[in-house]
T-cell receptor, first 113, second 114 residues
């Protein structure tokens, strides 16, 4: 079985400050890890993914995530938050041999001006 | 190019009514997924198609749910005798190949069963 935990329902950060949205996972074998963002009344938009290689992954809109195998984590980060980053963020994992991802419950990011 | 589209965007149904939700994936995408997203939750897998073949339907919550993709492009998710617990957003996603990791999501259909 595979699972994802996003321990924070909501993250608040001031514009210009760094942000972190946490994600831990459990999967058999090598993980494929993803971050998606969801704006109101919109579908999920792909941000970045880790499949193999460098543990630091860079994605869209200045976001990056660090894969940490020992801590089974894949936290999403951005050096300087924008108000327009305010949205719902989902972490997802799937095993290398599976087509089906498991999503976390989501973290609401609120960036204050 | 065009992304994944879904219709209708909103659907209100009376309990017991049948509904059909449509997904138009990105042209040429082999894989197609349906998810159910309850309020305040992440998407939960319902079913997966590779071309016209339904390879996995383990996430369908009951035999009232049925999905098809007869020509390997457009897909329809049908819910028979809708119940209030079926109220959710139904998301469709497609990917270019079976092993391609990135899924592209449609805007979803918000279903409300009264």
């Amino acid at each position: 079985a595979q699972s994802v935990a996003q321990p924070e329902d909501q993250v608040n950060v001031a514009e210009g400050n760094p942000l972190t949205v946490k994600c831990t996972y459990s999967v058999s074998g090598n993980p494929y890890l993803f971050w998606y963002v969801q704006y109101p009344n919109r579908g999920l938009q792909f941000l970045l993914k880790y499949i193999t290689g460098d543990n630091l992954v860079k994605g869209s809109y200045g976001f990056e995530a660090e894969f940490n195998k020992s801590q089974t984590s894949f936290h999403l980060k951005k050096p300087s938050a924008l108000v327009s980053d305010s949205a719902l963020y989902f972490c997802a994992v799937r095993a290398g041999g599976s087509y089906i991802p498991t999503f976390g419950r989501g973290t609401s990011l609120i960036v204050h001006p | 190019g065009a992304g994944v589209s879904q219709s209708p965007r909103y659907k209100v149904a009376k309990r017991g009514q049948d509904v059909a939700l449509r997904c138009d994936p990105i042209s040429g995408h082999v894989s197609l997924f349906w998810y159910q997203q309850a309020l305040g939750q992440g998407p939960e897998f319902l079913t997966y198609f590779q071309n016209e073949a339904q390879l996995d339907k383990s996430g369908l919550p009951s035999d009232r749910f049925f999905a098809e993709r007869p020509e390997g492009s457009v897909s329809t998710l049908k819910i028979q005798r809708t119940q209030q617990e079926d109220s959710a957003v139904y998301l469709c996603a497609s990917s270019q190949t079976p092993v391609q990791e990135t899924q592209y999501f449609g805007p979803g259909t918000r279903l409300l069963v009264l």
